[in-house]
C-alpha cells in the first residue's frame, strides 16, 4: 500500500500564511490610511488601493482554504485551484510592492515576506499534488 499523507510542511505553512496575512492586511491598510493623511494621495487612487487590499484579502482566505482542504483530503483539484489563485495573489502583491501610488519600506518588507512564502507555498503544492 502506497498510502500518500498530506503534507505537513505545506500544512504549517498554510497556517503561517494565514496569521501572516492577517498581519500583513492590516499593517498594509494602516499605510494606506497613513499615506492618505501625510501625503498628498491622489483621491482617485485610494479607494482602488483599498479595495485591491479587500479583493486581496478574499482571495487569500479562499486560496488558504482550498489549499489546506486539498491537502488534508489529498485532492488534487482544490490544490490545483489553490495554486492557480496564487497566480493571482502575486500580482496583487507585486502591485503594492512596485506599482501603488506610495511604496514605503515597510511595504517592501512585507511583500517580500509575502512573495517568499508564496514562492515556498507553491513549490510545496506542486510536489503534494505530483505525491497524490
Do not use: C
Not at 505537513?8 to 498594509?28: D, E, H, K, M, S
Not at 495573489?89 to 518588507?109: E, M, N, P, R
Amino acid at each position: 500500500n502506497s498510502h500518500q499523507l498530506p503534507s505537513l510542511p505545506l500544512q504549517i505553512l498554510f497556517y503561517v500564511n494565514g496569521i501572516y496575512y492577517i498581519f500583513y492586511f492590516l499593517a498594509t491598510l494602516a499605510m494606506i490610511v497613513y499615506k492618505s493623511q501625510a501625503l498628498s494621495y491622489p483621491d482617485d487612487f485610494l479607494a482602488p488601493d483599498v479595495t485591491l487590499l479587500f479583493i486581496m484579502a478574499v482571495l487569500e482566505a479562499l486560496r488558504l482554504h482550498l489549499g489546506s482542504k486539498g491537502n488534508l483530503t489529498e485532492e488534487e483539484a482544490p490544490l490545483g485551484l489553490s495554486l492557480v489563485m496564487t497566480v493571482g495573489s502575486v500580482a496583487g502583491a507585486v502591485y503594492f510592492l512596485l506599482w501603488q501610488t506610495y511604496v514605503l519600506k515597510a511595504d517592501v518588507i512585507l511583500n517580500a515576506v509575502l512573495l517568499f512564502t508564496y514562492g515556498l507555498e507553491s513549490v510545496l503544492k506542486v510536489m503534494a499534488i505530483a505525491a497524490f
